[in-house]
């Protein structure tokens, strides 16, 4: 076996895999890519119970509603920090940590019907985030250079395929039996994908030694919970009032004196000298408004095909009918993912993010003409799904070209922190403009027609945003490509080059 060579960070390099054809080997991508899946169907299954869980648990309707807040908060503190955990610690073994707890947080949604409990299971759940980028990692680590892009393409297209089967799935168990049993279902599933994630999974050599930065999670945590809660909740408690306006004060506060801790830090959690170099920064940026455009897509499709006919333009479909609807987009993504991979090897992963957007505000373009006809909302749902996977499967490549290999899970998982940050700030501009623009329909506020095409054209308007940001990305010239294929970690003049 030829020798391994050692990495700039003080590890060694993976020979990239090379020559590995048991079948443990063979089952690594479908494995990793199972585990994306359903950290998306845990993260959606619950959206089309949370009507009835008030009357289920005895709850009000704004505490049922931290049953998703909690997972969303805990994601987006998580992932940076377990990406960072598995830079230094082993990607396997905390993917295996965020897969464990996942299937925890099911067990218990099963087990209980306290809402307190079920709160806390869901903020479990939200560990799950940091799978895909540590998933990436691994891929980006153990194969060889010919399958990198396919198979780091198809992991991140597993967001979106995950919550398109989730919504039809939860509707479907709903529907027919006790709430509890969607949870067992889930718990089931996460068990089996943690199980061959132990059986198929490598520990990756590379690893990023030092000391762990305890202070600079903290201060991240506390910077993003304040954040993330003044966005999610500010439709309820007034984006005027004491407490929304404290949260982004205090925000504002804490993310100050973080940065300034990271930048004296000797191991910082996130690296924001290379952050802040274009080639990271930009995609960074691009992620949250891509974030931002493919989301309304999800938050509104099953609302307008579910509103009455009542209303003039709604179907008046069952949830398990609004579910089915984003199922088509879910195949189509996972139908497109080699396809990005195909552009990406011929024209750069700059070009398929920028045309990845450009595909998402073709999508709104779609359902701004035509949202009455069935067909039409699926054809228009599903072009942007197609837009969300060319964009998604460009992220992670970018990044991987432009960071060195000790640091790949970690700035994955900023990656997808930005993308959570998007999609929290969607949910709350798509809820105001639907509040604002609501007219009764038998006694009962429902969103307008002009509401659900007003959140399209912002959506879309975004995404335009994203695609001029992405043009704007600096090549990664040779060195870059040479650094994926060779599994080299950039030196450090390299890592902190602009463009």
Not at 105 to 125: E, N, P
Not at 242 to 261: D, E, P
Not at 395 to 409: F, K
């Amino acid at each position: 076996m030829a020798p391994i060579p050692a990495s700039s960070e003080g590890s060694v390099a993976p020979a990239g895999a090379v020559g590995r054809t048991g079948v443990r080997d063979r089952l690594t991508v479908p494995v990793l890519a199972l585990g994306g899946t359903l950290m998306a169907v845990m993260q959606t299954v619950v959206v089309p119970l949370l009507p009835d869980l008030p009357r289920l648990t005895g709850a009000s309707a704004g505490t049922v509603s931290w049953m998703v807040t909690a997972t969303l908060l805990s994601g987006a503190v998580l992932t940076p920090v377990l990406g960072r955990a598995g830079d230094m610690y082993g990607k396997r073994r905390v993917l295996l940590t965020a897969l464990g707890l996942m299937t925890l947080g099911s067990v218990l949604c099963a087990l209980s019907s306290d809402i307190g409990v079920l709160i806390t299971a869901r903020a479990l759940q939200g560990a799950a985030a940091a799978v895909v980028p540590l998933s990436i990692s691994i891929l980006r680590d153990e194969l060889p250079p010919e399958r990198t892009g396919s198979a780091v393409a198809l992991m991140s297209s597993t967001v979106g395929i995950g919550a398109a089967l989730g919504l039809p799935l939860a509707a479907l168990v709903i529907q027919y039996v006790d709430w509890h049993a969607m949870f067992w279902v889930t718990g089931g599933l996460g068990a089996a994908g943690l199980l061959l994630a132990w059986w198929a999974v490598r520990e990756s050599p590379v690893r990023a030694p030092g000391r762990f930065d305890v202070l600079g999670a903290l201060g991240l945590a506390a910077g993003l919970v304040c954040l993330l809660l003044a966005v999610s909740q500010g439709g309820q408690w007034g984006w005027g009032s004491a407490r929304i306006v404290g949260l982004f004060l205090c925000c504002a506060l804490i993310l100050t004196l973080w940065c300034l801790q990271q930048l004296r830090a000797e191991r910082p959690l996130v690296d924001l000298r290379l952050a802040s170099r274009p080639r990271v920064a930009l995609p960074h940026l691009t992620a949250l408004l891509v974030g931002f455009g493919f989301y309304a897509n999800s938050l509104v499709t099953a609302q307008l095909v579910q509103a009455p006919r009542a209303t003039g333009y709604g179907l008046g479909l069952s949830i398990v009918g609004g579910g089915l609807c984003l199922l088509p987009g879910g195949v189509t993504m996972l139908l497109f993912s080699p396809v990005s991979a195909r552009i990406s090897a011929a024209r750069g992963p700059r070009v398929t993010l920028a045309l990845g957007a450009g595909v998402i505000a073709l999508g709104y373009a779609v359902r701004i003409a035509d949202s009455r006809d069935l067909w039409m909302i699926i054809v228009g749902a599903s072009v942007v799904a197609t837009g969300t996977t060319l964009a998604y499967s460009a992220l992670p490549t970018l990044i991987l070209r432009a960071v060195p290999s000790g640091q790949t899970a970690s700035a994955n998982g900023v990656n997808v922190l930005m993308r959570t940050i998007g999609q929290a700030t969607c949910s709350a501009a798509v809820a105001a403009i639907l509040v604002h623009h609501s007219g009764l329909v038998a006694g009962t506020p429902v969103p307008t027609l002009h509401g659900y095409l007003l959140a399209f054209a912002v959506a879309g308007t975004v995404a335009l945003v994203a695609c001029a940001t992405a043009l704007t990305i600096p090549g990664s010239g040779a060195g870059g490509i040479r650094r994926l294929r060779g599994r080299t970690a950039p030196s450090p003049d390299e890592a902190l080059e602009g463009a």
